[in-house]
């Protein structure tokens, strides 16, 4: 919304974006490009954010006053819809960057912020200096205002729909989904019969160890003697073997089941391919779907659904808890333990995540042998 245009070099590693102009902050502040550098010089020192954008974004400068220019660590030929997507995409005020400050958010949009109670309800206020208007040339927003509650249960939102406590909310449950469109008065926007692929739900697994490893490569670790690859990428250099070693050694580690706390002495059990497989397998996606997800929407292989011009079958493990069975016996032979564990983090406040995980907790235990061994999961 804040760019007009985004223009690549000839190889993908300069983007030139013209911005918008006679757009105003809530604070009365002009957007410009010195604002643009502005947020990414505090997003890139952000001990967070930076670590995730310093691989990718070298520098933003300012070619003029409504014109900056991206220059990227490699070729990037997806940067403008990363930008459009991530946090760097985001623009407050000036008056409102740095890690201490600890006042409202500044922003550019439609409704102005007016107060924050955590994990309860954010309220907001209508912007009259917003710059959009309308098709008939109104100026929005139409509203004067709009509040956001917190409601985890999935089962309590419908309940505050019905009730009139909320006029819209998100559901994403298929019971509850169910459950909506029985209610007389409300509408139902649904995503399962639109063009573009609906929203997956899925069990991610190996997501901790996934972490640790971009953080190695990226030299978060150096400090430990775990070098990174970052630099010799960014030279475009081979990463030497030995630091590639170092990279994977300073990923280990893995949730204490017993405790729910990193613990660098267990092996992380879910980098193994065939712990994950053995997951897959053990896992009834079709009954799932019919109790848990009450029948809404499909069981999905993969990112798109079959009829879509996309989708190549990623041939995913089939239901077979014999064979999940075995692949686990024969991890526990081969690294000579007795038992497989790992966490599962859940929404503890909904009660359909905890379902759900009532229900992966009785399937991966069905892979233990009569002795109390085999594989099997703790909620966080």
């Known amino acids: 919304m804040l760019a007009l245009s985004a223009k690549p070099s000839a190889d993908f590693t300069v983007w030139t974006i013209a911005l918008r102009h006679g757009v105003q902050f809530h604070d009365g502040t002009n957007f410009d490009a010195s604002v643009v550098v502005a947020n990414y010089t505090a997003a890139a020192a952000n001990a967070t954010v930076g670590l995730a954008i310093q691989p990718i974004i070298a520098s933003v400068t300012e070619v003029n006053s409504y014109t900056v220019e991206y220059k990227m660590v490699v070729p990037f030929a997806a940067f403008p819809i990363s930008l459009s997507e991530q946090q760097i995409a985001y623009m407050a005020a000036p008056s409102a960057l740095g890690n201490t400050y600890a006042g409202k958010p500044i ?3 439609p ?3 007016k107060a924050w109670s955590v994990g309860v309800e954010s309220q907001f206020t209508k912007n009259e200096k917003y710059w959009r208007k309308d098709g008939a040339g109104r100026r929005l927003p139409y509203l004067d205002g709009i509040n956001f509650k917190t409601i985890v249960d999935s089962a309590s939102r419908n309940e ?3 009730s009139g406590t909320v ?3 998100l559901q994403e449950t298929g019971v509850q989904i169910k459950q909506l469109k029985k209610m007389s008065g409300v509408s139902v926007i649904t995503s399962e019969t639109e063009p573009l692929d609906p929203p997956i739900n899925c069990l991610i697994v190996n997501t901790t160890g996934t972490l640790n490893q971009y953080f190695c490569w990226a030299g978060e670790f150096a400090s430990i003697g775990v070098p990174g690859g970052l630099p010799y990428i960014e030279k475009g250099e081979a990463i030497p073997t030995a630091v590639q070693d170092a990279d994977w050694l300073g990923t280990l580690g893995a949730v204490n089941p017993s405790t729910l706390q990193w ?9 193994d391919v065939t712990i994950r497989q053995a997951c897959a397998m053990a896992i009834n996606r079709s009954t799932y779907f019919k109790l848990i997800d009450g029948s809404v929407g499909s069981v999905a292989d993969g ?7 996309f989708y190549t079958s990623p041939n995913y493990p089939a239901f077979n808890p014999t064979k999940a069975k075995a692949l686990v016996a024969a991890y526990m032979a081969t690294n000579k333990v007795t038992s497989v564990s790992f966490v599962i983090d859940i929404l503890q406040d909904d009660s359909t995540a905890q379902q759900a995980y009532s229900f992966f907790e009785s399937q991966l235990e069905r892979l233990a042998s009569p002795r109390p061994r085999g ?3 703790r909620a966080r």
């Open 167 to 169: 006029d819209m909310i």
């Open 303 to 309: 990112l798109y659904r079959k009829s879509s011009p």
């Open 263 to 271: 613990d660098t002495t267990l092996k992380p059990v879910l980098n």
């Open 107 to 109: 922003g550019t949009g």
């Open 375 to 377: 594989l099997s999961c």
């Open 160 to 162: 505050a729909l019905q």
């Open 111 to 113: 409704f102005k912020f």
